[in-house]
């Protein structure tokens, strides 16, 4: 069984894995807990070195950089869990946001957690919740689906599995596919279906786009599409 508890100082401890979300886009996100623990971190395991480099840097901080992305994330993650097995204390990022969210982390904390290793969360930003929680959508329950597959045909029966769900849906979407996500929308849920689409949460071009699904899909084909893209679809019954 896993420990019942852990250790929440801000220095990492020795045999710990410490799972730390890094900002979105507005580096000021960064909490001065995940600084800590990255300085203090045996190593940080991430998902590209040159991105994660980059952040380090602007923090003051060279570290040891272990990649651990989609390709290699399985043979990675039971590495890095005999590291933490073995003393190490690790830290592992993606991108942005939290590590294992549409993002590499699962298979890493898995295997910790498989040989009873602490795990412990270094919470901070997490895109979809940022957006919902400037939305106006409801808030009572969410369900986060990630990415959605790329064919038309697969979107569209997400989309008509969850017509009747009670809560908010909450997806991510490529620049390269977003008008052809809000395309399925329409013709799926309906013209009249509440939505919201936001780019570029916390960065200088931050925009969202709240209303009917025809009308949001209409504002985003005249606009830029540069950037990452969070769509949320209200139930059913939602009107603004």
């Known amino acids: 069984m896993s420990p019942e508890t852990t250790n929440p100082s801000l220095t990492a401890q020795p045999g710990h894995l410490y799972v730390v979300a890094t900002p979105i886009g507005n580096l000021s996100d960064l909490t001065d807990r995940a ?51 073995g003393g190490k204390s690790v830290a592992i990022v993606s991108d942005a946001g939290t590590p294992g969210l549409s993002d590499p982390g699962f298979r890493v904390v898995r295997a910790c957690r498989r040989r009873s290793l602490p795990v412990v969360p270094v919470p901070g930003p997490v895109a979809f919740a940022a957006v919902l929680s400037a939305s106006g959508l409801p808030t009572n329950g969410v369900l986060f689906a990630g990415f959605l597959p790329p064919k038309t045909s697969a979107r569209c029966a997400f989309y008509e599995r969850h017509r009747d769900f009670p809560y908010t849906v909450a997806l991510y979407e490529s620049c390269h596919r977003i008008q052809k996500a809000m395309d399925d ?22 925009t969202f786009w709240v209303g009917s699904a025809a ?7 005249k606009a830029s599409l540069k950037g990452e893209f969070t769509l949320l679809i209200a139930p059913a019954d939602f009107t603004l």
């Open 35 to 85: 600084r800590a623990i990255l300085a203090s971190a045996d190593l940080v395991a991430c998902e590209d070195t040159r991105t994660t480099g980059m952040l380090l840097g602007r923090l003051g901080l060279n570290k040891e950089l272990v990649p651990y992305h989609e390709h290699n994330e399985l043979e990675a993650g039971e590495r890095l869990a005999e590291l933490v097995a």
């Open 185 to 206: 929308v329409v013709a799926t849920l309906g013209e009249a279906r509440v939505v919201c689409v936001a780019k570029e949460v916390t960065k200088l071009h931050e």
């Open 215 to 221: 009308d949001v899909r209409d504002r985003i084909a």
